[in-house]
């Protein structure tokens, strides 16, 4: 699945423009009347951007992205839920010619629980992007509340977003296209696994992306290879994707109580990869990202994980193996792919609901492995060679 960041929202009630890419608002030639109604409607509140707009259509040389009408009633909120069919791909069909005049839905790349993402080229400029359909209102509140966040940080480990809509027919977010996931590199790479080299760089990548989410004060509750993509604009950058369970680990920047958390039903994300205190029921802390971020270390080094033939009914067993993984003897550990990595399980277990997760800790030690086999980080990717 891919998500999204990149961008400044600005919020007109229950709508967003966004700011960088006003411009693509509204068509060439209805510019003036609709800055002068929004101008009436809104007054001060576009008054900051204005600027922005005229500049943006006064540059006619500059090649226009997403061609369309920005309705600033697009964003319906307030619905009680979607039309019957709104989740199927006529509909998809639909939804792109009457939103996104000019633009053609091509095949299906990804999907998941809460929503699919296809293809979406334009018969003008031949531009390519990525158009996520989401299955109800709830998961497109979910994800455009956290997309809302993530934007504002505008750095190269979250994707761009340039429309959301969300109606009775239907929501969807128009997204940058990026490149395959993690997973999907590795199983196509000779021996279904990432060298030493690569393994680490892409760790140490992973690790840098979690902590600028986790300055968000949100935890991500689905770490994983395949959630992690290549960048479109550069193959050896990395971005993190699919914010479509995450949630709030701080409000107003205090850490929320671990009393006032509504203990889980079941484990929350993917069962290879989360935590014991997740398997436990015990509601989410950044310290269960950094668990799940080290059992993907793990995966990209060895190509699996130990417990990787057990399916979603085997969680006892699962859960049996992670605290067997701890009792590793040294044989096994220098057996294994990952024993240059293994001394940071240690420090993971001793962290706890409430404590800071010292990144800069973690990143120190892939930089010593990486020096020791002269690793450097602009080498070559394995995709590469």
Request: aromatic share 12%; with cysteine; hydrophobic share 30%.
């Amino acid at each position: 699945m891919l998500c999204c960041g990149g961008m400044e929202n600005k919020y007109i009630k229950d709508n967003a423009f966004t700011s960088p890419e006003l411009n693509n608002l509204c068509h060439h030639q209805n510019s003036d009347n609709k800055l002068k109604y929004m101008e009436n409607k809104y007054g001060k509140i576009l008054g900051d951007i204005t600027n922005v707009i005229h500049k943006g259509y006064n540059n006619t040389n500059k090649k226009s992205q997403i061609e369309y009408n920005q309705d600033p009633t697009e964003l319906d909120l307030n619905l009680s839920s979607f039309n019957s069919n709104c989740y199927e791909e006529e509909n998809f069909k639909e939804l792109i010619q009457g939103y996104l005049p000019h633009h053609h839905l091509g095949e299906i790349i990804g999907q998941g629980g809460f929503g699919k993402v296809y293809h979406v080229s334009s018969y003008k400029s031949n531009r390519k992007y990525a158009v996520k359909f989401l299955k109800n209102k709830e998961s497109f509140e979910q994800e455009y509340q956290i997309l809302s966040v993530v934007t504002k940080l505008q750095n190269e480990y979250f994707c761009k977003i340039y429309r959301a809509h969300c109606s009775s027919d239907g929501a969807f977010f128009v997204l940058s296209l990026q490149g395959k996931n993690l997973k999907c590199i590795m199983n196509g790479l000779a021996k279904k696994r990432f060298s030493g080299s690569s393994g680490l760089r892409i760790g140490y990548q992973m690790l840098e992306a979690i902590k600028y989410f986790h300055s968000t004060g949100y935890i991500h509750r689905d770490i994983k290879l395949s959630n992690f993509v290549l960048s479109s604009e550069n193959d050896t950058k990395i971005k993190l994707i699919d914010f479509g369970i995450c949630r709030a680990y701080k409000r107003r920047g205090k850490i929320i109580e671990l009393g006032t958390s509504r203990k889980p039903k079941r484990y929350i994300g993917t069962l290879h990869y989360c935590s014991l205190p997740i398997h436990n029921l015990t509601p989410a802390s950044p310290r269960d990202d950094i668990e799940s971020w080290f059992y993907s270390c793990m995966q990209a080094l060895q190509g699996k994980v130990p417990w990787y033939k057990c399916r979603k009914e085997d969680y006892e067993i699962v859960k049996y193996m992670k605290e067997e993984l701890r009792t590793w003897e040294c044989e096994q550990i220098d057996a294994s792919k990952y024993r240059t990595i293994f001394p940071l399980l240690q420090k993971i277990d001793k962290l706890g609901y409430y404590d800071e997760i010292n990144y800069q800790q973690y990143q120190n030690h892939l930089e010593k492995i990486m020096s020791a086999n002269d690793i450097k980080m602009d080498d070559s990717y394995d995709w590469q060679n």
